[in-house]
């Protein structure tokens, strides 16, 4: 399994980025989904997951201004990020998980595209 994240970037408080990953390989029926975040010096962070039956799982922090999606047929997930505020700020990843439950570092995981808040 590979999972390749694109579309992050700088913009300012209050603006929006959408995030995309790509999932290729061997993909399980039942898989989970999601993107992770670490900020420096920060614990890496779950903001949202999504199975493949389109239930989904927000941070508090996140909740109303983002939105994970997934695009099953193409074996692709977005994450669209709006009110954007300088805590967004840090390393997101793309993740994938065989099966449901939480995901864990154990599970696929992809490089980290930078997302950067700041005026």
């Known amino acids: 399994v590979q999972l390749q994240a694109s579309g992050g970037g700088s913009v300012q408080p209050g603006g929006s980025l959408r995030l995309s990953c790509a999932l290729s390989g061997s993909i399980s029926s039942l898989n989970t989904m999601g993107w992770f975040r670490q900020a420096p010096g920060k614990q890496r962070e779950l903001v949202a997951s999504c199975r493949e039956d389109g239930s989904t799982t927000y941070a508090d922090s996140v909740k109303g201004r983002f939105t994970i999606s997934r695009d099953n047929a193409k074996n692709t997930m977005n994450l669209q990020m709006n009110s954007l505020r300088s805590e967004d700020t840090a390393v997101y990843y793309c993740?994938?998980?065989?099966?449901?439950?939480?995901?864990?570092?154990?599970?696929?995981w992809g490089q980290g595209t930078q997302v950067t808040v700041s005026s």
């Open positions: 993740t994938y998980r065989r099966g449901w439950g939480a995901i864990k570092l154990t599970d696929y």
